[in-house]
């Protein structure tokens, strides 16, 4: 089913080529059966697209549907190269190998990973496909940018295709500890993958320092600081590479990520979302304090932390509901994954246990929505909300919690933000909470819900000058001047 085309060509001749598990775009069937794709919110391609146009750009990752041979299209101004995943493909590949095996590992195992050789061998097999696809895309000396967990092979793969490439990799979520990576059975071989690139960035200095370290432990390669010296002998493609000048250098470093701040500001600024969140508030009938939770449901969010609390908050008689109410938002996620329907079963039991509880005909003490909602909507709430409780038990950034401090011009709302959020290391002036410890979380719910107008203002300036300085724009710019900057003397 994939296309014959053959890899080392060069194809189109794009000049920057992105590669990631999905396109950026969203498909939706008109009544007549046609397809229609409009670009995904997102903070990636929102970074990426005045490049993507503005360069010769090109865009390789999986449109979302399976069984289906799409030609290159363009949506948005985009140059779209869809690689096509059949539905075993998506089972082992992106629910099983992505998804049952690295993200709970990445994630500090909060859920027990496992270990399949056929989901390893259809990761494989997809990530070379992702790595022809871009080679096939990719311009003489062209700048390819591969992107997350699911594609940790594509560099060395890319690489051994097309040597003159400058090759680019940034990891969205965490990179783990060298004792727990270690059960990894392909351990060496997703180091090597990764080491295909000129620069391997991560969220915090903590992940690049833990991937340093499962270097030095499971290859043969040396590190100097931030820099890697790859050991020629170990990647045979390496030795008879015409670009290379003796030994090849692989830097590894942080880029936290952001959101397009500007942007997330200037709607919550927006007279319909400023109307929605005051009836948001009456809505939920003019409660005291409006506590929120937006997540995906996922079990690194910590959202079973967040409802203990809450509930035991409620039970102690510290707030009464419905004078004080919990939004949660969790928008469907990976749900033909097991520990995700099981999850979603934990959450949904819990909140009828909470609202039996402490809520009457008044009004609930949760409510609880699983859906996800347009950009609008999610700034109305962002603004709605008092306080924003953030409680992942690891998460990679976090970008709620940077959503919501460009939500609030106003300079209202405290954010409660879990320490294994790599947006602590951002966002200093957070309510910094352990999710683990249910009494510290507690307290800092109360020290939100009573802190002083003027305490509150003063924390979220400076959360607010945190966000809107650094966005994703500088993000990907410091990244790829970086990558430039490596790779000039080539
Ligand atoms: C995390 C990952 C992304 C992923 C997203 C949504 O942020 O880093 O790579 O796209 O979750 O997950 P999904 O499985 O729906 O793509």
């Keep these: 089913m994939a296309k014959n085309r053959s890899a080392g060509s060069t194809g189109r001749g794009h000049d920057f080529v ?14 007549d059966g046609t397809v229609q794709w409009t670009r995904s919110p997102g903070g990636l391609v929102t970074a990426l697209a005045p490049l993507m146009r503005s360069g010769d750009g090109a865009w390789v990752g999986w449109p979302g549907r399976t069984e289906e041979d799409l030609d290159p299209f363009e949506a948005d101004g985009i140059h779209l190269r869809p690689v096509p995943l059949t539905q075993q493909e998506v089972t082992d590949y992106y629910e099983g190998f992505s998804n049952a095996t690295l993200w709970p590992l990445y994630h500090d195992v909060i859920v027990p990973p496992e270990y399949h050789r056929h989901w390893w061998n259809t990761y494989r097999k997809v990530n070379e496909r992702f790595a022809t696809e871009a080679a096939d895309a990719a311009d003489e000396g062209a700048e390819v940018w591969v992107q997350d967990y699911q594609l940790q092979l594509v560099p060395a793969m890319l690489r051994r295709m097309r040597p003159d490439l400058r090759i680019g990799f940034f990891n969205h979520i965490p990179f783990p500890p060298v004792e727990l990576f270690g059960q990894l059975p392909w351990r060496s071989a997703v180091i090597e993958g ?8 991560f969220q915090r200095s903590g992940d690049a320092a833990n991937f340093l370290r499962a270097v030095r432990r499971f290859t043969t390669h040396s590190t100097r600081g931030n820099e890697i010296a790859i050991d020629p002998g170990t990647q045979a493609d390496d030795a008879d590479d015409a670009h290379n000048t003796g030994r090849r250098q692989v830097r590894a470093a942080a880029f936290p990520i952001s959101i397009d701040a500007a942007h997330f500001d200037e709607v919550a600024r927006s007279e319909p979302v400023l109307e929605r969140a005051a009836q948001i508030r009456r809505e939920l009938g003019d409660p005291r304090t409006v506590l929120l939770g937006v997540d995906r449901l996922d079990y690194t969010k910590g959202i079973r932390h967040r409802f203990k609390a809450f509930g035991e908050l409620l039970d102690e008689g510290k707030i009464t509901a419905p004078g004080t109410a919990l939004v949660q938002v969790a928008s469907p996620s990976r749900e033909r994954v097991e520990q995700y329907q ?14 039996g509880q402490h809520g009457s005909l008044a009004g609930a003490a949760i409510y609880y929505m699983h859906h996800s909602y347009p950009m609008e909507e999610m700034a109305a709430l962002y603004l709605a909300a008092d306080v924003m409780l953030v409680t992942s038990l690891r998460d990679g ?17 405290v954010l409660v933000l879990s320490e294994f959020a790599g947006a602590a290391a951002d966002l200093p002036q957070a309510l910094l909470i352990n999710p683990h410890d249910i009494e510290g979380t507690k307290a800092a719910i109360m020290r939100a819900i009573d802190m002083p107008e003027r ?9 607010r000058r945190r966000v809107m300085d650094n966005d994703v724009r500088q993000w990907a710019q410091a990244f790829l001047s970086t990558l430039q900057a490596l790779t000039q003397e080539r």
């Design 342 to 355: 099981a999850l979603r079963h934990q959450i949904e039991e819990s909140v009828g246990h909470i609202n």
């Design 397 to 413: 950034m976090n970008l709620v919690a940077k959503e919501y401090a460009a939500a609030r011009h106003d300079l209202g709302g």
């Design 18 to 31: 992105v590669v990631a598990n999905r396109l950026p775009v969203d498909a939706t069937v008109d009544q």
């Design 455 to 463: 305490d509150r203002r003063r924390r979220m300036r400076a959360l």
């Design 194 to 201: 990764l080491l295909g690139a000129d620069l391997v960035g």
